[in-house]
């Protein structure tokens, strides 16, 4: 399946970081994060969903395994907020750039404080949203931390 540069894949590629493109069918319509680490042939705890929440002045995004739940007590604490709120997905365009499934954490409209959930620390890669619907990036999350000038963190429930 041929792939056209995203906005995320040129930033990496300015950057000079190394990253993989994954490519899947979702003619299905099934894009959750579990149904696209299944068609990448990747584990959950590698694959990562990008969300974006805001407190009532700062949005916040945070990157997390997409077998996982976002605490948003746990988000909201290493925000510095005392309490945040999903994005409603109808406004994720107007502030990201992005469309649900294609959420990128990279090359959103603006650089959003960031936060990636801490065992992405001790993993080689990561996968992330290529910035579209049936496009997935490879990269190692230290090369995505510096890149979005993200910071490591306990973001979700424990199960």
Do not use: W
Request: proline share 4%; glycine share 6%.
């Amino acid at each position: 399946m041929s792939v056209s540069k995203t906005n995320a894949m040129r930033i990496l590629d300015g950057q000079h970081i190394h990253y993989n493109i994954l490519s899947y069918d979702h003619q299905d319509g099934k894009i959750d994060g579990m149904n696209v680490a299944e068609k990448i042939q990747r584990a959950p705890e590698s694959v990562f969903k990008t969300l974006v929440a805001h407190s009532k002045q700062h949005l916040f995004v945070f990157v997390i395994p997409v077998h996982k739940e976002l605490d948003l007590k746990k988000a909201a604490k290493s925000a510095g907020e005392k309490k945040i709120e999903m994005l409603p997905v109808k406004e994720l365009q107007k502030h990201t750039g992005y469309i649900r499934g294609g959420c990128s954490p990279i090359g959103m409209k603006k650089l959003y404080p960031t936060y990636i959930d801490q065992p992405a620390v001790e993993l080689e890669t990561i996968v992330v949203s290529g910035g579209k619907i049936g496009t997935q990036l490879e990269l190692n999350p230290h090369d995505l931390a510096e890149i979005i000038q993200a910071q490591f963190a306990d973001l979700t429930h424990t199960t």
